[in-house]
């Protein structure tokens, strides 16, 4: 399928128009989500629009305590159908007693984050998620459809803008990451997230600002 041909049509598409839309022009999409801060959006959405689809959480087993809870919450208030995906347990293991994130978080990162996905991407057409250019310089280029290895990738809310994402909350009635409130913005595994501002809050001074899912 032409990216293009689907980039310029979908960009004249409402956010809904193009969830509703991918359905037709692909038939196996695959869903993450992070259940982090702005990740309610496209739950929500997904879950008036396309109430089966499968939400794939991927659970690295380093994710705060408030994260679970908040995704057991939206599961139960979205009627999500989830499915956790977690890592291979000895790889897992290996980084717990190694603490690779302290020597090398890409490599803790691909073990817990990126080989999980990595095992489901070969049987699906097409990715969604929730990415938005406004998080970090790295996205500001993205677009609606983009090729990544054998997969596409869908972004339908790429161009919200962050004024645009908080009137979805509220108009919505949706609830918030629990630790939004006390300073974190964007929220990935406890020891490497800290509170901050955008996605500054992620791996610290390390200069890492992706986990490598979106690279």
Request: proline fraction near 3%; aromatic fraction near 10%.
């Amino acid at each position: 399928m032409n990216l293009q041909e689907l980039n310029s049509r979908y960009e004249k598409m409402t956010v809904e128009e193009r969830i509703i839309n991918v359905y037709h022009d692909f038939d196996k999409v695959l869903f993450t989500s992070s259940f982090g801060t702005s990740a309610a959006i496209l739950l929500h959405l997904v879950s008036k629009l396309k109430p089966e689809q499968k939400v794939h959480f991927i659970d690295t087993t380093y994710h705060f305590a408030e994260t679970i809870a908040y995704r057991n919450q939206l599961t139960k208030q979205l009627g999500l159908n989830l499915e956790n995906v977690l890592p291979t347990d000895w790889k897992n293991a290996f980084t717990r007693e190694d603490q690779t994130w302290t020597k090398d978080p890409d490599l803790c990162c691909s073990i817990n984050k990126v080989e999980s996905l990595d095992n489901l991407k070969s049987e699906y057409e097409v990715w969604m998620s929730g990415l938005m250019r406004f998080q970090n310089t790295e996205r500001k280029s993205r677009r609606i459809f983009e090729q990544k290895g054998n997969l596409v990738k869908f972004h339908p809310i790429i161009d919200l803008t962050d004024a645009e994402q908080k009137a979805y909350f509220e108009e919505n009635d949706l609830p918030k990451h629990p630790l939004e409130k006390v300073g974190y913005s964007s929220i990935g595994c406890a020891q490497c997230t800290f509170k901050g501002r955008g996605r500054s809050g992620r791996w610290g001074n390390s200069g890492k600002t992706e986990c490598g899912l979106h690279l």
